[in-house]
């Protein structure tokens, strides 16, 4: 028989800067909750984030052009 150990939630702020070539930073938050069961975490959690994302680039001759774009998301777990 499995029984329900704890109730947990969770919040978390989170960023990061030059993290790659196609991302320059992103900052976000999330939330999540759940119950644990024995051994394991059964939950869903919902969150946001921004990101400074590269989605083209092209190398010609001479010159370099990249062209970024700010996206947000919307992770869910």
Same mark, same amino acid.
Do not use: C, W
């Given at each position: 028989?499995?029984?329900? @150990?704890?109730?947990?939630?969770?919040?978390?702020?989170?960023?990061?800067? +030059?993290?790659?070539?196609? $991302?320059?930073? #992103?900052i976000?938050? +999330?939330?999540?909750?759940?119950? @644990?069961?024995?051994? /394991?975490?059964?939950?869903a +959690?919902? +969150? /946001?984030?921004?990101?400074?994302?590269?989605?083209?680039?092209?190398?010609?001759?001479?010159?370099? /052009?990249? #062209?970024?774009?700010?996206?947000?998301?919307?992770?869910? $777990?």
């Open positions: 028989m499995l029984n329900a @150990q704890s109730f947990n939630h969770s919040i978390e702020i989170n960023g990061g800067v +030059g993290l790659s070539k196609y $991302t320059k930073y #992103s976000g938050a +999330g939330y999540q909750s759940g119950i @644990q069961i024995e051994k /394991f975490y059964v939950g +959690g919902i +969150g /946001f984030r921004y990101a400074d994302a590269l989605y083209y680039s092209s190398t010609l001759i001479e010159d370099y /052009f990249e #062209s970024r774009d700010g996206k947000y998301l919307i992770p869910l $777990t």
